[in-house]
């Protein structure tokens, strides 16, 4: 039972413009959400978080958006770059098992020039 | 350069040998974690431990011991492996359990 869900993926982008990653929970405990980027060959590193008192968190060029009623969040990258080009992971976890980051599959973003 | 290290970042183990992955952490932090990445399947929970006691064991099978001699050393001590266990092991780290987590770049590890 996969409680966070990317479901696509990968995405291909030009360049300049917005990318749109999606990310679905099912756990209604979940209250704290992340975004991971990951180069081949290279851990994953924090990109964003948002907690569920908010609905959006801005971060220079990436936002993330919160639903907590469709229980879904997006990572938007304006404009995009090319060395954003990487595996982007979402992550939530639960305040009774706050150690417990729960990730999902992954989306391959490519950034074409 | 990342605050977590791990060595080493590639190993080759046959069914029988015993090896150990290293994890340091450079960061101060209290909590330190191994994550398993396969092939198409979401980052797996290994261990937690927070101030060197082991708080999470997520169903992983005895053949990979964890050991944390202290808040910044984090080692999995691998025997007797299966081929399915050919994966990315990731360490990390935060400053409690629950706060963001920050990982090494991982060990890459093939059982033949």
């Known amino acids: 039972d996969q409680q966070v869900k990317q479901n696509s993926p990968s995405l291909s982008v030009q360049e300049g413009r917005i990318s749109i990653l999606n990310c679905d929970y099912t756990n209604s405990m979940f209250d704290y959400f992340l975004w991971y980027k990951k180069y081949p060959a290279e851990g994953p590193t924090f990109l964003i978080s948002?907690?569920?008192?908010?609905d959006k968190n801005e971060d220079g060029r990436f936002t993330v958006f919160l639903n907590k009623s469709a229980k879904h969040l997006s990572l938007h990258i304006v404009p995009s770059q090319p060395g954003d080009s990487a595996v982007y992971f979402c992550?939530?976890?639960?305040?009774?098992?706050?150690?417990?980051?729960?990730f999902g599959q992954g989306t391959r973003l490519t950034i074409n020039p | 350069e990342t605050g977590v290290t791990q060595t080493p970042r590639h190993l080759v183990m046959g069914m029988t040998n015993k090896k150990s992955l290293k994890c340091e952490q450079h960061?101060?932090?209290?909590?330190m974690y191994w994550y398993k990445q396969s092939a198409k399947k979401p980052l797996e929970l290994m261990f937690v431990y927070s101030l060197e006691e082991r708080v999470e064991n997520n169903s992983v099978p005895s053949r990979f011991s964890p050991e944390c001699p202290n808040s910044s050393h984090l080692f999995l001590h691998l025997h007797t492996l299966q081929p399915e266990d050919s994966a990315l092991y990731l360490c990390a780290s935060s400053q409690q359990p629950g706060n963001t987590i920050y990982f090494g770049e991982g060990s890459w590890l093939t059982v033949v």
């Open positions: 960061l101060g932090h209290n909590a």
């Open positions: 992550a939530a976890s639960a305040e009774i098992r706050a150690q417990k980051l729960v």
């Open positions: 948002i907690s569920s008192i908010k």
